[in-house]
T-cell receptor, first 116, second 110 residues
Framework: ETGVTQTPRHLVMGMTNKKSLKCEQH?????MYWYKQSAKKPLELMFV???????ENNSVPSRFSPECPNSSHLFLHLHTLQPEDSALYLC???????????????FGEGSRLTVL | GENVEQHPSTLSVQEGDSAVIKCTYS??????FPWYKQELGKGPQLIID?????GEKKDQRIAVTLNKTAKHFSLHITETQPEDSAVYFC?????????FGAGTRLTVKP
C-alpha cells in the first residue's frame, strides 16, 4: 500500500454540488497538506495541518473547507465550486511541519477535479 | 515572500544526452532546495535536495548545484534514459514556507 492514498482519483461535479476529497497517510507523519496543481503553474499550497491543528490557510476561498480528524486523515470539503477550481488536488504529508528539519514531502497521486 | 522561476518549461533530449533545468529564487533567507519528479498520473516524488551549506550534491546520474550569491540552482541529469521523462519541479524553502517552480516537462527520445 502506498504511503499517501487519495480518493477519489477523479471527480466531476456541478457548481451546486457538495463533495469531499479524502486523504490517508500510513507513514506516521505529523503534518499533512493540501496543494492545488493547475497546468503550467506552480504548486499552490492551500492548507497545512500539524498534529491535527490547522497552521496555515493561504487565502483559500471558503468554498474549500478542510478537516483533519486525526493525524492520519485529511479531508477537503467542496461546496459551490467554480469552473476555475478544476485542477489536480494533491495531498502530502511530512514528518513534521518544518522544512528546515527534513523537508521531504510525500505526495499522494492526486484527485482530478472537474467542475462543470 | 519567496518567488521561484524555473526554465525551460519544456525540454527534449536524445537518450544518452544530458539535461539541465535551472531555477532562480528571490528570498535570500531560503536555505532548502528540493527537486521533485512527477510521472504521468502520479504525485511528485523527491529525487534530490540540497541545503545552503553546500554548493553541489550528486546521486548517481543526477546532481544539483547551488549558487547562493546569484540565487540560482540547477538540476543536471546525465546519460538520460526514457524513464527520466517526467515533469520536474524545483522548490525553495525556509523554515515553514516552501514555494515551487512551475515545472519542466522533460522528454527523453529513444
Amino acid at each position: 500500500e502506498t504511503g499517501v492514498t487519495q480518493t477519489p482519483r477523479h471527480l466531476v461535479m456541478g457548481m451546486t454540488n457538495k463533495k469531499s476529497l479524502k486523504c490517508e497517510q500510513h507513514l506516521g507523519h505529523n503534518a499533512m497538506y493540501w496543494y492545488k496543481q493547475s497546468a503550467k503553474k506552480p504548486l499552490e499550497l492551500m492548507f497545512v495541518y500539524s498534529l491535527e491543528e490547522r497552521v496555515e490557510n493561504n487565502s483559500v476561498p471558503s468554498r474549500f473547507s478542510p478537516e483533519c480528524p486525526n493525524s492520519s486523515h485529511l479531508f477537503l470539503h467542496l461546496h459551490t465550486l467554480q469552473p476555475e477550481d478544476s485542477a489536480l488536488y494533491l495531498c502530502a504529508s511530512s514528518q513534521d511541519h518544518s522544512f528546515l528539519n527534513t523537508g521531504e514531502l510525500f505526495f499522494g497521486e492526486g484527485s482530478r477535479l472537474t467542475v462543470l | 515572500g519567496e518567488n521561484v522561476e524555473q526554465h525551460p518549461s519544456t525540454l527534449s533530449v536524445q537518450e544518452g544526452d544530458s539535461a539541465v533545468i535551472k531555477c532562480t529564487y528571490s528570498d535570500s533567507a531560503s536555505n532548502y532546495f528540493p527537486w521533485y519528479k512527477q510521472e504521468l498520473g502520479k504525485g511528485p516524488q523527491l529525487i534530490i535536495d540540497i541545503r545552503s551549506n553546500v554548493g553541489e550534491k550528486k546521486d548517481q546520474r543526477i546532481a544539483v548545484t547551488l549558487n547562493k550569491t546569484a540565487k540560482h540552482f540547477s538540476l543536471h541529469i546525465t546519460e538520460t534514459q526514457p524513464e527520466d521523462s517526467a515533469v520536474y519541479f524545483c522548490a525553495a524553502g525556509n523554515n515553514n514556507d516552501m514555494r515551487f517552480g512551475a515545472g519542466t516537462r522533460l522528454t527523453v527520445k529513444p
